[in-house]
């Protein structure tokens, strides 16, 4: 398995091999070619910043995942969101420290942003916030539903900001989880998307069901006929008490490499999944090994699946966070966070994770969830 350092090098080579093959993928449109050799350009000069913290001794993770709001317009079955986040007596960090969480990162080296929520496109003005950053890429994971016309003409202009539309599959995967009519959002955020020559994804939460599905080559064609250019795969975690049957079997784990292998071989786009990617970079990369997860109201926990804080960006820099005792603990633990069954290491650690909380920081007002 390779050490904590030799992990993140290889995550980071990763990151601009990924880069490289959007950049083949979009070659023959010069005007948004030319925007993608300035984000590489961007994310080698984020890489030295990094290396100049690591130097002082401070690991800077490339990648955050922050749940921009909890607030969202759909009421998805099994939504982690929804059963491990929100809370209704805590407030959402505000539009001047989301700035200054942003300059902090930008200033850091943090290269990747994944916006998540809720729906983060209900947080007022968020396009036109991330657009004084054009040194991050900017993931926005979004329902589709808010990508209306005006949105799509700021998204033409933001070629540092990638929308990813969550997508189960077919009408009837998509709308049983979702909500009925959420499929022909997708559909016709996919059309304004594509019309507008804005670069965009899908992402998608792997399970049992549709599994077969989501990795059939003729369905994925169809996607990118569509102009769908990234495919995020997440495998199911059964953060909804009696979901366990949703997991991908062994088999379909096993299978998983296979099919990726032959994708990623065959057809023009980006394939990411997690936590199989993981995998072949050496493990878990939480905890900011390579990356972090910031909650709406500003705790920063190892990843979405393990939500525990000793931390608060209402109260301290990005920075000083980095030296969150749970943080540290949890990377140098010494303890194998294996995920070669296809499920997330943290959550199946939940118990040793919330034990180190509650002994680390006795005097913590952000309380762990159980695990049961």
Same mark, same amino acid.
């Given at each position: ?8 090098? /290889? !995550?980071? *080579? ?32 984020? &890489? &030295? ?32 969101? &929804? ?9 959402? $960090?505000? =539009? ?10 930008? =200033? ?13 496109? $209900? ?14 890429? !900017? ?35 998509? =709308? ?88 990623? %071989?065959?057809? @023009? /786009? ?14 878990? +990369?939480?905890?900011?090994? #390579? ?15 393990? @939500? ?18 749970? +943080?540290? #603990?949890?990377?140098?633990? #010494? ?6 069954? #296809?499920?997330? *290491?943290?959550? &199946? %650690? ?7 909380? /509650? ?7 952000? $309380? ?5």
């Amino acid at each position: 398995m390779r050490t904590r350092n030799g992990t993140s090098t /290889a !995550f980071e *080579a990763t990151i601009f091999d990924t880069l490289r093959i959007g950049l083949r993928m979009i070659r023959r449109h010069p005007r948004i070619a030319a925007r993608a050799l300035r984000l590489l350009d961007q994310q080698r000069r984020a &890489k &030295k910043r990094r290396a100049h913290h690591e130097a002082a001794g401070v690991h800077v993770p490339p990648f955050l995942i922050y749940s921009i709001t909890d607030r969202c317009n759909l009421d998805c079955e099994g939504c982690y969101d &929804k059963l491990l986040h929100r809370s209704a007596d805590r407030q959402e $960090l505000g =539009d001047d420290r989301v700035r200054q969480l942003l300059e902090e990162a930008r =200033d850091l080296g943090v290269s990747i942003m994944l916006l998540a929520g809720g729906e983060p496109l $209900l947080r007022k003005d968020l396009l036109s916030l991330i657009a004084g950053f054009p040194e991050i890429l !900017f993931l926005v994971f979004t329902n589709g539903s808010l990508l209306d016309d005006t949105a799509i003409a700021q998204l033409r202009r933001l070629r540092h900001v990638v929308p990813v539309l969550s997508i189960e599959g077919d009408e009837t995967l998509t =709308d049983n989880r979702r909500g009925s009519g959420t499929y022909r959002h997708v559909m016709n955020a996919m059309t304004r998307l594509q019309n507008g020559n804005v670069f965009f994804g899908t992402s998608t939460t792997l399970t049992h069901h549709n599994f077969d599905l989501h990795l059939d080559e003729s369905y994925l064609r169809q996607l990118i006929h569509r102009g769908c250019g990234l495919f995020y795969s997440i495998n199911y975690v059964p953060v909804q008490p009696g979901t366990e049957h949703l997991q991908l079997t062994s088999d379909q784990v096993h299978d998983l490499e296979r099919r990726l292998a032959t994708l990623r %071989r065959t057809l @023009p /786009a980006i394939f990411i999944a997690f936590p199989h990617d993981e995998v072949a970079l050496g493990g878990c +990369l939480a905890a900011g090994r #390579g990356f972090l997860h910031i909650n709406a109201y500003g705790d920063v926990e190892p990843c979405p699946f393990s @939500p525990y804080s000793d931390v608060n960006l209402a109260k301290m820099s990005l920075l000083e966070s980095l030296g969150s005792p749970l +943080l540290q #603990g949890i990377l140098n633990s #010494g303890v194998t966070l294996d995920e070669t069954d #296809g499920q997330c *290491a943290l959550w &199946k %650690r939940r118990a040793w994770v919330a034990e180190m909380l /509650a002994q680390g920081s006795p005097d913590m007002d952000i $309380l762990p969830h159980s695990d049961e």
